[in-house]
């Protein structure tokens, strides 16, 4: 679960002399393997270090942001080579290509570097464009200052190998056009910063910058990682270190569909029923609700928003969900995979829905072709690990279904049920297969070791797990054991396990 927001700070480059009219800044592509925002777009930046705080900051109004423009310019020259200080402008290219290797092979620290080349930060250079705290509903949350900064003359921004896998100028415009074509995805913090500096370098522009409450701190209910998808997190009584259920608000010009309403508290029931009524009188037609599968996570508010909206709302599932919640939801119509869920409007948006079982009998996902977006459900999630929980659960059916899902043709993004979006579909589907893969074969291999139930194998096998999920880990044992089983590779003999 997560301990609260850690202080950081980013930068929003703009490359010198750029046109005011249609500025240019440097956008960077984070890397696939970063649990935290991998694959997304985004601006140069990072946590703060407790060094930061050392190196002194001339002509700071606000002393509280010194250790932020101190982190903004050291990880502004970590990850792009841009060494964003006064007298940096006497140094030869080579010269701050070997401070740069020194400060990255920690041979010095940042404030004893900027002092032994007598380098000054200056807070004038570091323009103030917001505060934004990252949602609840992730497990690494921070507190990040923004600063606008202009490009020194003579250096050329680079993206550094390692947290970082491309970066290039590109004006704020056809930055946020890219988002709206659904080629990228980003956080709202970058999104707002394009959005606002495509009209332009204007003299309002930190006005604009801070003109939503949620440049302020005040996180976000409603997160739109993709043009007609938001996310709306609600609280549920789900599995640590999750502590949300990720409702979908899915529309155009015409449509709204939800998807998984999972809250049971009536704060959180109100919220979205505000989140949805927002867009039916903005004029969107109310299509149905839709539910991805049985867990109560995942369907604990849909009374409550179907009571708000009228009874006259469809509820659809898949038959194997509907007859599992047949004493506490009516389901009016059922899903089958490969149908196809249109909504009629613009942008037309086209569901294929994919039964996918192994979570759980009925377990649906939905992918749109056209922009590659996946909703995953519970089978890939951006926070925590799917329990697989016999008999509902079913290990072999489990990876048949990721193997499904890592044979779609066009996939972007993945909207998982719990945590942030995926903006590196392939790369996780690999991950989540692999690590079940090698559960196994440790589950196999401790079974032909000598251990003889589920409780010896997981002392055996699972040591980068607390033991306060130890009893969890059991279940997910047994699931494993099943597949074995059928696998013929291993049986239980009066109550103990042998290997075949």
Not at 2 to 30: C, K, M, W, Y
Request: charged share 25%; hydrophobic share 40%.
């Amino acid at each position: 679960m997560s301990t609260g927001p850690r202080d950081a700070a980013a930068v929003i480059l703009l490359r010198h002399n750029t046109a005011p009219q249609n500025p240019e800044l440097f956008l960077v592509r984070r890397s696939e393997r970063l649990a935290f925002l991998g694959g997304y777009h985004a601006f140069a930046g990072g946590q703060l270090e407790d060094d930061d705080s050392e190196a002194p900051i001339e002509n700071c109004s606000r002393p509280s942001d010194a250790p932020a423009i101190s982190g903004a310019a050291r990880e502004l020259f970590e990850e792009l080579g841009v060494l964003v200080a006064r007298g940096a402008e006497y140094l030869t290219k080579g010269q701050i290509a070997s401070l740069w290797d020194d400060l990255e092979s920690k041979r010095v620290s940042w404030p004893v570097l900027l002092r032994h080349y007598g380098l000054r930060l200056d807070a004038n250079d570091f323009a103030y464009a917001g505060r934004w705290l990252t949602p609840p509903f992730s497990a690494r949350r921070f507190d990040t200052l923004f600063f606008l900064v202009h490009c020194p003359p003579k250096q050329e921004p680079r993206a550094i190998r390692g947290e970082l896998e491309t970066g290039s100028w590109v004006t704020a415009e056809e930055a946020y056009s890219s988002w709206q074509r659904s080629e990228i995805v980003a956080v709202l913090p970058t999104l707002h910063a394009l959005k606002t500096l495509a009209a332009g370098l204007t003299s309002d522009l930190t006005d604009r910058l801070l003109s939503i409450p949620e440049a302020h701190g005040e996180p976000t209910r409603s997160i739109e990682f993709r043009p007609n998808y938001i996310c709306f997190p609600v609280k549920t009584p789900t599995r640590p270190p999750a502590i949300h259920t990720n409702c979908y608000l899915i529309y155009n010009s015409r449509e709204l569909l939800v998807l998984d309403p999972g809250s049971p508290e009536p704060a959180e029931q109100h919220a979205l029923a505000n989140a949805v009524d927002e867009l039916l009188a903005d004029g969107h037609s109310m299509r149905e609700i839709v539910l991805t599968h049985l867990h109560p996570d995942h369907v604990g508010g849909v009374n409550a928003l179907r009571e708000h909206l009228g009874d006259g709302v469809i509820v659809a599932a898949h038959a194997a969900t509907a007859e599992a919640l047949r004493a506490v939801i009516r389901v009016d119509r059922f899903i089958e995979d490969n149908e196809m869920i249109e909504l009629s409007g613009e942008p037309h948006i086209s569901l294929r829905a994919l039964h996918t079982p192994g979570h759980a009998r009925g377990h649906l996902c939905f992918h749109e072709e056209r922009t590659g977006t996946l909703i995953s459900g519970d089978n890939i999630l951006g926070l925590g690990s799917v329990l697989i929980d016999p008999p509902e659960g079913d290990m072999r059916q489990y990876l048949d279904s990721l193997a499904r899902l890592r044979s779609l043709k066009n996939l972007s993004v993945i909207f998982g049920g719990h945590g942030p979006a995926i903006a590196s579909p392939y790369y996780k589907i690999d991950e989540y297969i692999s690590h079940r893969l090698e559960r196994e074969r440790n589950i196999l291999a401790a079974v032909r070791q000598g251990a003889t139930d589920p409780k010896e194998i997981v002392s055996r096998v699972y040591s980068d797990v607390s033991p306060n999920l130890y009893a969890l880990a059991e279940r997910s044992v047994h699931a494993h054991i099943q597949k074995l089983e059928n696998d013929g590779l291993v049986k239980a003999d009066k109550g103990a396990l042998i290997p075949l």
